[in-house]
């Protein structure tokens, strides 16, 4: 099993809908990430969650909302999905010391039509 | 598979020639770098990194070369493989809990 799973692997939603990004991890991490990325501008931070009870806005948090529901999970939520919120999404965890940077998921596809 | 950066700088080498990837940072304040590699469909993994008191760290293939008078990273992939096609970008963060920044990423193409 992957150290860092997401779920779904590929959406298409419509323009207004609520939908759900899942991420679990088995590394024993407590840091974890979600990023968006589009093409040409990398990857860019949404929110992020240092434990259970900590939960951060990164650079592009509006339209955005996560959840972290244990240790091992940590879930974006799109309230409303709009057409520009069609990326790839990206979860990732790391240890406190950020050795070796960040495990990634292997990233949830999601079209908003 | 997924098209990742489709606007993305592209190199491309010679199956066999030696590869060299290049990232400037933003942050003078940064004093840790990491390098990774997202093939096509997959997220990014972890290639090597390398600290702000160290200006080389060489992994199995992979150099990395830091040069912080002038905020510049290099990858160096020796005899470079098809399976080292991938877009490879450079991430820089520091102690004072800075999460990482991405760069844009430069596409890798192996040639037969």
């Known amino acids: 099993d992957a150290d860092v799973t997401q779920t779904p692997r590929n959406r298409i939603t419509k323009t207004g809908k609520r939908i759900m990004l899942e991420c679990s991890q088995t590394k024993g991490h407590d840091r974890m990430y979600w990023y968006r990325q589009d093409p040409g501008l990398g990857l860019r931070l949404i929110y992020y969650s240092f434990d259970v009870k900590d939960i951060n806005k990164g650079e592009i948090s509006d339209g955005y909302s996560v959840s972290r529901q244990a240790q091992a999970k940590f879930s974006l939520s799109l309230e409303s999905a709009i057409p520009n919120q069609t990326a790839l999404y990206f979860c990732?965890?790391?240890?406190?010391?950020?050795?070796?940077?960040?495990?990634f998921g292997s990233g949830t596809r999601l079209t908003v039509v | 598979g997924e098209s990742v950066g489709l606007h993305l700088p592209t190199l491309s080498v010679q199956e066999g020639d030696n590869s060299i990837i290049n990232c400037a940072y933003s942050n003078s304040a940064s004093d840790y770098f990491i390098w990774y590699k997202q093939e096509s469909g997959k997220g990014p993994q972890f290639i090597i990194d390398?600290?702000?008191?160290?200006d080389k760290r060489q992994g199995q293939r992979v150099t990395v070369l830091l040069n912080k008078t002038v905020k510049h990273l290099s990858l160096q992939i020796a005899a470079t493989q098809p399976g080292d096609s991938a877009v490879y970008f450079c991430?820089?963060?520091?102690?004072?809990?800075?999460?990482?920044?991405f760069g844009p990423g430069t596409r890798l193409s192996v040639l037969p």
């Open positions: 990732a965890t790391s240890d406190l010391n950020r050795e070796e940077g960040y495990t």
């Open positions: 390398i600290r702000s008191n160290m």
């Open positions: 991430a820089e963060a520091n102690n004072y809990g800075q999460n990482f920044v």
